[in-house]
Structures are given as structure tokens and as C-alpha cells.
């Protein structure tokens, strides 16, 4: 009797407990319903114009409180190349909410540099200078030359949030000169590579998760064989106009911290590259085609100082299939770490890039960052089927070690250096340089 009385009383006592939680929940649920945002704050803002974020953010004075806005406003001002990073802090009084963010400034004039080893074996150097905060509203400007056996040079713009929070435009011009191996059956010939282009395109963030690119370019392209052992049958010179038409559709979903990412990125780019005129062996080796390229890649936090990011990218050409000038190549800076420069070229290709990140050292701005990676893909060579992606032919498998120097409150001021060991008949190994993650 005692015990079962017992028993009742604790249930009773329980359902008490549940039903005032119940009630203090409601309560403090129709209170955030109640409140009202009244003033709306920036701090640390040195050249970032307040007026361009208050374009941005959702959260406006005069509106209800909606905590999930102040989440959502918080990462996005974490993405823009000016903010290192953004909190936030609120004051409440009766059912009026005061909303301050607080901004961390990235420096955003960076200089670059890249160096490697050209095709011919000389040396090559890329030195670049980019300001990706212009006028405090996170426009683009900035130019590069590069010497990579021959001379090439860019220049660059883009306003993102020109006409609105949520349109931009942007122009480039670039004139490339290289030296390019073409891999024909009969052996690989250097042809002297050239393609002059200027791009314009339209710039839409839809909303926070979803971004795109419009644009066209008009380029001329031509390639021209300097050699003595000229191979017979095959083209010495080719000379093309083109319009290439862009689409690129970007889902981003990133909790950014810093050096650390969290969550997923999927960036598709479809290419339409229409041949307008050219001499008669450019309407055979470089007429139109359809160029498909998916990249999804995934960030996940682990721990204290790890960071396990993934990329997997798919890629075909359509209607070229048999040019030995083909779009896609295999390379140290794009997808196979330790494979070299331009060791083969293909028109269809799956690659997966998979390390581990580990922070070693971390004090103030400084980092020091070790990864541990797997660079693996596949490439169907001109005139093959979508099989021989699969048949073990052309697969590539590069594990690898490398490290990081970063700077965080600089944009993009990541040192890379990673050496990728290759696994195989006739595999190489080899040292990559650059700026910035890998991916």
C-alpha cells in the first residue's frame, strides 16, 4: 500500500513538472512572438560600408524578432571575403530587442605568387594582386601575369550586389599563351597555345543556400606546332572564334569558422562552346561542344582541430569526343596531387579528392595545419567510351602528406604544400604548391 502510494505521488509530481515546463515553453514562445527588433547594429566595422551589409542582412528594424533570420544573417556575413568572422549579442527590454552584430574584418588586398615547373621543364611563376573588398561592398578587382614558358596576363571585376542584395555583374579579359602537350596515338607533340577572351556575366544570389552565373565569353583560340618532328597528318597550326555560353548553379550550405568548414557545397557548370569560323583544321579538331562539370564536396568538423573534407567531381564533353584537343586534363593544381603538369588531357573524367585537416598549432591569427590525403580518378581518352572510365585503363591513385601555414584574418591566406606518392606502374610523385585549401 505504501509503495503504490508511493508510486502515485511521484507521477503526480511528475506530471506537475511536465505541465509547467509545457507552460514556461509556451510562455516563453508567444514572449519571442511578441518581441520587436528596434535598433539593428554593426561593430568592428573598419572598411566595410555599414550600408552594404544592411542590404544584405534579413533582419531589419521595425520587425518581429526571428532568431533562425539572426542565424542565417550571421552566416552569410561569414561567407563574404571582407568578414573573417560574425557574432552576434541582443538586449532585450520589455518586448523590445536590441540586435548588434560584431564583425571581424578580413585584410583583403592579397598579393599572390606561384611557382612551378613548365611543361618544357623551366621555370614558371604566376604573380597576381587581387582586392576582393573594393569601396567596403565586396567587389572584385584585380589582375595576373604569368610567364609559363610563354607570357600571359588577366584583368578582372565583379560586383556582386551591383543592381540588388541579390544581382551582380562581372567582366574579365584574359590573353593566355602556353605550352600545351596534345596527346595523339601516334605520340604527345607541344603546340604553343593561345586563347584570347573576354567574359561578361550576370551574378544572382537567389537566397542563402542557392547562387548562379550567367554569362558568355567571346574567345579566339590557336594552337601551333614549333617543332621539327612534325607528325604526318595531324595539324600545324589551328585557328578558331568562338562564344562560349556559362551557367554555373551553386547550392552552399557551410558553417564557417575560421579555418574549419562544416556542411555541404555543390557547384554544377554546364558550357556550350559554339564554333563561329576558323581555317578548315579547326572546324575538324575544335568545333562545338556541350562541356558538363559537377563538383560536390563535404566539409565535416571533427573534434577539437579536425576537419575531414571530401570532393567528388564528374565531368564529360559531348560532341568532341574524338579531338585529341581535349577540355579536361590531368594536373597537379586541378585534381591529382605528386601526377605533374599536364600528363594527359580527356573528354570525360570522375575524380575523388578526400583529407583529413588536423590543427597542429593555433595561436592568435596563426595556424598550422596538417592533412593527410587521397587523390584518385579516371579519364576516357579521346576516341574511347564512357567504359574505359571504369575498366582500370586510366585510373590514377596518389596518397599523399602536406601542411598549411594560414593566416586568419586575411582572406584566402592559406600556404599549401602537399607531395602526392603514386601508386602504380610508371607513377610519379611530386610537390604542389599554392594558395589557398586545395578545395
Known sequence: MGIHFLAVHVHIFTMKRILLLLFFAGTALGNAQDLLVTELDFMGLQRTKESFLRRLVKVKPGTPYDSLKVV???????RLPGIANATHKLKVEDHNVIITYI???NFTLIPGLRIATANDGSF????????????GNN????????RNVFDSYGFFWEHPFLFSDKVGIGFSYQDVTTQEPIFFEEGTKDYRFNSEMFEGKFIFSFNFNHEAELGASWVRESYLFEGEDAIPNRPLELDADKINYRLAYRYVDLDIDYQYFDGVL??????YIQFLSGDEPAENFLRSFLSLRNDFIYYKKLGKGGNWASRFRLAAAIGNEDSPFAPFTLDNQLNIRGVGNTVDRGTAAIVLNTEYRHTFYERGWFVVQGNAFIDAGSWR??????????????TRLYPGLG???IHKRIFNAVFRLDYGFGIGNNATNGIVFGIGQYF
Open 72 to 78: 542565417g544573417d550571421i552566416e552569410r556575413l561569414k
Open 103 to 105: 564583425i571581424e574584418e
Open 124 to 135: 614558371a611563376y604566376r604573380i597576381s594582386a587581387f582586392e576582393f573588398n573594393l569601396f
Open 139 to 146: 567587389q572584385l578587382l584585380g589582375g595576373f601575369y604569368e
Open 266 to 271: 555543390n557547384e554544377f557548370t554546364g558550357q
Open 381 to 394: 581518352t579521346p576516341g574511347e567510351d564512357f567504359s574505359q572510365l571504369f575498366d582500370g585503363s586510366s
Open 403 to 405: 601542411f598549411r601555414l
